[in-house]
């Protein structure tokens, strides 16, 4: 099993007996769930985060030999908790003995004496242990994991690993890197952790609210990541994008006064709610105005209005993720494009432009204006975007712009556009709609 990752089906399982397989599956299960309030009750119970994923582990092995042998127990958190605590403490051990050893061995050679070796008294002693405390466990690790020392992408890689629990192998195939590459981002930023001297545990309530901020940040990369891929040959990833979710649901659980949290929640309820009609049978991407609303979760829209519901009544008026959240309302609400309140979807993007200004914001204005006001008004938004260097590098703008045009008729300069758009995509299904979209202008000439 790799260290600090999930339980991994070894070639050794494969013709493992039914009761040993049992216990497998329950262990995974338990710990794709309890992972996080596992890892993050260890971690405050030891100050080490690699060393409560290391004992962590430890538990797991034991339990895929103990439970298939005598079953698995009727509190199998609290089972891991005990068995992890006690590797911890041997671990705590084995440091004492070794500091102590050292600490005899430099008095020694200080005296010119050769070291023999001494028996070390027995340092283990029980440490405060509280593993009733698991909320606060969870939400102080989420607030560890994306600690402001680390960089953005270590936040994201240390925040699947400890809070999700993904593997290592997980989250490099989520992210396109080597998994290399992903293990050494996780080990500098426990480095990182250890260095800065991060204590494992809830922040002050003022700095909490201040670093919440950076907490949903890293939440919403991983569904923003999820729900339209940035590059490689799938539109969606749906596991990141579900387990996104299922972080944020225990966001909001812990702290559900936060309207932010909640906007956010809504925003990815809303958005994941179109994933079955927004790619085909092939896996090809199906634009807005050709998906069969029929097949949009409704279980997830209603989750997600009342959330934003919730949102909106906690008298601190919505945020970015909230008016965010507003916006995928009004498409979830609407029975077709034509039929969607584009005047309220642009009144919304500017109020979003104003408490969160970016061009992206800007860009999907100018489409909200198009459709409300015609592909004109919306192609001087993109102009002035384009103008100032905005989304330089990025398909988005190029790919606006030529659909603007191509509603215009002007369809040389919208085939170059969207041309340029499809070489600057890393999606190759999104890359394949734009040059669709570009052959089929030719047909028009």
Known sequence: MARADRPAL?????????????????????????????????????????????????????????????????????????????????????????????????????????????????????????????????????????????????????????????????????????????????????KTIAAAHVRFELPPAEERRERLGGVLSVLYVIFTEGSTATSGDRLLRTDLAYEAIRLVRTLAALVPDEPEVLGLLALCELTCARFPARTGPDGDPVLLEDQDRRLWDRSAIRRGLAALGRAATTGRGLGPYGLQAAIAACHASAPSVQETDWERIVLLYEALGRVAPSPVVELNRAVAVAMAHGPQQALSIVDGLAAAGRLSGSHLLPGVRGELLARLGRTVEARAELERAAGLCRNLPERSVLLRKAAALDRLD
């Open 10 to 190: 070894t070639p050794a399982d494969a013709h493992c007996p039914p009761h040993r397989e049992s216990a497998r599956r329950a262990v995974e299960a338990l710990w794709r769930i309890e992972s996080a309030r596992i890892v993050g009750a260890l971690a405050r119970y030891t100050g080490d985060l690699e060393l409560a994923e290391d004992v962590a582990q430890e538990a797991v092995a034991e339990a895929l030999v103990a439970w298939s042998r005598d079953g698995a127990p009727e509190n199998p958190v609290g089972w891991l908790l005990a068995t992890a605590r006690r590797r911890a403490i041997d671990a705590f051990r084995r440091r004492s003995a070794l500091d102590e050893r050292y600490a005899l061995l430099a008095g020694r050679l200080a005296e010119g004496q050769a070291y023999t070796g001494a028996a070390v008294p027995d340092s283990g002693s029980d440490l405060p242990w509280d593993p009733d405390r698991v909320d606060d466990d969870v939400l102080a690790l989420m607030f560890v994991a994306c600690h402001p020392v680390l960089a953005p992408e270590a936040r994201v890689a240390l925040t699947l690993r400890a809070v999700a629990g993904l593997s290592s192998e997980e989250i490099a195939r989520a992210f396109l890197v080597p998994v290399t590459t992903l293990q050494a981002r996780i080990t500098r930023a426990k």
